[in-house]
């Protein structure tokens, strides 16, 4: 019987620990630093994820025989690296592959040297030559950090003046750091936005179903861009011509790149897409890791056992395993957020009416943001928690999600209410 570490404390980390917890094989989930849903099903310990050397003496103290590792932080500083130097298995890939979401710039020059599909860019590192080229082009263009700034370091300029101003923002006066030393500025394609992962053990690929992600805090697409407030799987915009260029062109390609070029790659890579007017995929960003939100909905519908999916990417069987099996219809997830998300959240709120949803097999309450003191749950994060539902149609998930929705009560609250919708009137 096996003993799971996670690494991370949000609703992915949530999703993960309660799939893991379904898995036969498995006697005991730990989770680093985990939240308040995580420590009914899991033990959650105190570790600062910087501190390398701390968690793997945890590992080794607590004989874990498996890691996974959610959030992109301890991946760009190498901890898969660090607990495969101490022979721990662990999900995820080393250092060097995670620069394909910690630098942004890897990432593009990357793409564009083995014809990944992309919007063509241009970097700097001077702010002058930067301003001077965003005048000479005129808007729209995205300008993006080159480092990792939590889903937080791009954005898609439609007017020149507040372009500058970005610009100025963030390689002056420094808002993301040293993120932000380097951007690109990169041509603005317009389409359907959708998320393809796949699972990789550096050789092949295990694809999960395509999801949409909703990045902008308000309904319509309104507002600042924010980690994600809600996703929903499967997308009615991919048919299976698409879908195979996306595995291809795209995700295959990709991983033979890193090959190329030293970095064995292993875990997951997730493609940030741009579905186009012309039918044509196009790469926006790559992740090194599960998202967030779309875990959420994925994982909710998926029937198979994850672990060996875990096991077989760490030890380069991929090619054995079968086809992932889902869950017949939809599921979504619509992110339940604090007040003054994202710039500053709120915390401290307690959190009413999770008890009415205990009893429903086709809603899941999955939490990011909470801690649990006593036999409440209370607000300790922007993201709070990601409300989750599956029904056989896109409308019927959707008045499941909100019905549930309905339920949660804290000061604050927001959400977005058309999560879905874009499928819903693509019907």
């Not at 050397?53 to 301890?74: Q, T």
């Not at 919007?119 to 995205?142: L, M, Q, T, W």
Request: glycine share 12%.
């Amino acid at each position: 019987m096996m003993k799971v570490l996670i690494i991370g404390g949000g609703g992915r980390e949530h999703a993960i620990a309660w799939k893991i917890s379904q898995s036969k094989g498995v006697q005991s989930i730990f989770c680093i630093p985990g939240n308040g849903g995580i420590s009914e099903i899991a033990d959650c310990v105190d570790i600062n994820l910087q501190d390398l050397d701390g968690l793997v003496k945890f590992a080794k103290r607590e004989h874990i025989d498996l890691v996974v590792v959610g959030p992109e932080n301890p991946l760009a500083i190498g901890i898969v690296d660090y607990f495969e130097e101490h022979d721990i298995p662990i999900f995820g890939p080393r250092k060097k592959g995670a620069q394909i979401e910690a630098s942004k710039i890897f990432a593009k020059e990357l793409m564009d040297k083995y014809d990944v599909p992309t919007g063509s860019f241009r970097i700097f590192s001077d702010f002058k030559d930067a301003n001077r080229y965003v005048n000479e082009i005129g808007a729209p263009y995205v300008i993006k950090a080159d480092g990792l700034c939590a889903g937080k370091g791009a954005y898609v300029i439609k007017n020149n003046d507040v372009g500058k101003e970005v610009l100025k923002n963030v390689m002056v006066n420094k808002i993301h750091g040293e993120a932000g030393e380097r951007v690109i500025v990169e041509q603005f394609l317009s389409g359907i936005e959708a998320s393809y992962i796949v699972f990789t053990d550096g050789e092949s690929i295990l694809p999960m179903l395509a999801s949409q992600d909703h990045k902008p805090l308000l309904d319509n697409d309104k507002g600042p861009n924010t980690g994600g407030m809600g996703a929903y799987t499967p997308i009615p915009f991919i048919d299976d011509g698409m879908e195979g260029e996306i595995k291809t062109s795209i995700m295959k390609r990709t991983i033979n790149a890193m090959k190329n070029e030293g970095a064995d790659y292993k875990g997951v890579l997730y493609g940030g897409l741009m579905l186009m007017d012309d039918k044509k995929p196009y790469v926006i960003e790559f992740n090194a890791r599960l998202g967030d939100p779309e875990t959420q909905p994925l994982l909710f519908k998926m029937e198979n056992d994850i672990v060996p999916i875990f096991q077989s990417c760490i030890e380069g069987t991929l090619n054995e395993s079968e086809a992932i099996q889902w869950k017949d219809g939809v599921s979504v997830c619509v992110v339940l957020a604090s007040k003054g998300y994202p710039e500053k959240a709120e915390k401290g709120m307690v959190i009413n009416g999770l008890d009415d949803l205990k009893g429903d097999k086709d809603v899941m309450v999955f939490h990011a943001g909470t801690k649990k003191a006593g036999n409440n749950f209370y607000t300790a994060g922007g993201r709070v928690l990601g409300i989750t539902a599956i029904g056989q149609t896109y409308r019927d998930a959707t008045r499941k999600v909100y019905d549930a929705v309905s339920c949660i009560r804290f000061d604050g609250m927001q959400y977005r209410k058309d999560i879905g919708a874009k499928a819903i009137s693509f019907h």
